[in-house]
C-alpha cells in the first residue's frame, strides 16, 4: 500500500481538530480528523503500519491509498482511451448559420463571418448521420452554436423536430444547450425553446452596459446590452437555466464582479448562473498583453468567494477524461456549408476541416490526428502534475496553437476552492469526518 499521487490536504480553518483531504484521481472530498491525518502522514514519511483497519478502508475507497502495484498514472490513461474511444455517445456542435449579428472585438470568428445558412441538404445529411448511428448510441448531445443560431432558428427547429423523433424511436437520451448573444431571446423565440426542450443558454454580458457595448455592439455599431437584459428579465419565466458568461480582460474584470452582484440583487440568479470568464487573443484576434494569463485570472476569480454563496459548488473540480468535442472520437463540429471540424473554435478554416457531409473536400487528417493521439500522461509537462486528472492538459486547440498557458484553474487556486466548497457542504451536513 502506498499514498496517491493526487492527494491534497489543507487547514480547515472552521474546526481546527480537522483538516481538508482531497483527492484529484477519485474527486473526493473529506473532512479528516488531525489525529487521524497525522497516522496517515507518518505512514507517508516513515511506512509505519496504519493499524485502524476501518481507516485504511477509507483511505482505499477514496484512492487516497492505492495497492503498491498500481500505477496511477496506467489509470489516467486508461481512464482517457476509454472515454476518448467511447461510441455508446454521439456529440455535435451544430452551426445552423456562419451569420451574425454582434461585432465583438475579442471574437476568433469575426474574420469568418457572412451570411450563409445550412442548406435543406446539409440538414438532410446531419439527421442522416444521427439516424446511421441510431441503433448504436446511447447518448446525443447537441450545441447550438454560430454565427448566432438564433438568426435561423427555423432551422433549429426544422432540425429538433426530426432529432426527437429519431431519439424517441430508439430510446436514446437526448440533451442540448445553446450558445446565443441573448439579442433575440424574445418572449415568442423563448417559447419556442422551451418547446424544442433545449436545457440550458449560455449568454455573454461583459459587465456594465458601457462595457459590454464597448466590447460586444451590433453590427450596426449600436449598443446590445440594454436589449439583451431585457429579454432575459422578461423571460426568466420560461427560459431554461442561462448561463452568464462574462468575459473579462484586465480593464472590466470588476465590471464583470459588478454585474454578479447586481443580478443576486435583483433576485435572477436562482435561474441566471453568471460566471467570470477570461478573454483569450485568439489567433491575434484581441491584444494579448490586455489579457489575464491563467494563473493571474484565477486568483482574480478566487477573490470573494464565500461559502454562503450555494453557487460555490459549481466550482468544484470534475474528471477530466478526455477534455472536450476535440478529443473524442465521436464527436463533430458541423458548420452550416456542412463542413466537420474537431474544435468549434476553427469553423471557417478550411484548411481544418476533417471531413464532409455535403460537397467533397480534401480533409486533413493530420490535424485530426493532432488532435486524437496527444495524450497529456506522456507529456513532460504534465505527466507528473498532481492536478492531471481534473485537467488533461487543458484545451487542446489552445495546446495545438503553441499556447503555453493552457494549465487548469485548480494549479493554482484549489486550495480556495475546496476550502470553501468543504465549508459550504459541512454547513449542510453532507460532508462528514
Sequence with gaps: MKPSNYNFFFPYDADESKVIAYNSYSNALALMEKSKYEVF????????VIEDEEFVKQLRFANFVVDDE??????????????RYNNNNLSIILAPTADCNFRCLYCYEKDVIKPVYMSSVVEDAVIKLIADQANTISNLFIMWYGGDPLMDINCVERLTHKILTICDENSITYDNIMVTNGYFLTREVSMKLKDLKIKNIQVTIDGSE??????????DGSGTYKTIMKNLEENIDILPPVLVRINVDKSNIEDGKKLIKELEEKGLTKKLKPYLARIQSHTDTYEKSSC????????????????DDDNCINLYPRNFYNYCNADQVNSFVISPEGYIYKCAKEIGDKSKVVGSLAEHVEANEKHDLSYMMYDPTTSTKCKNCNVLPICMGGCPFDRKNNDSDTCSRYKFVLDDYVKVIAENLKSKSSLTG
Excluded: W, Y
Excluded at 502522514?41 to 509505519?48: P, R
Excluded at 498500481?70 to 472515454?83: A, G, Q, T, Y
Design 41 to 48: 502522514q507518518k505512514f507517508v514519511d516513515t511506512g509505519a
Design 70 to 83: 498500481i500505477d496511477e498514472l496506467e489509470r489516467v490513461r486508461h481512464n482517457m482511451l476509454k472515454s
Design 210 to 219: 458601457e462595457a459590454h457595448d464597448k466590447k460586444r455592439p451590433h453590427a
Design 292 to 307: 489575464f494569463d491563467s494563473c493571474s485570472f484565477s486568483k482574480e476569480d478566487a477573490k470573494g468567494l464565500s461559502a
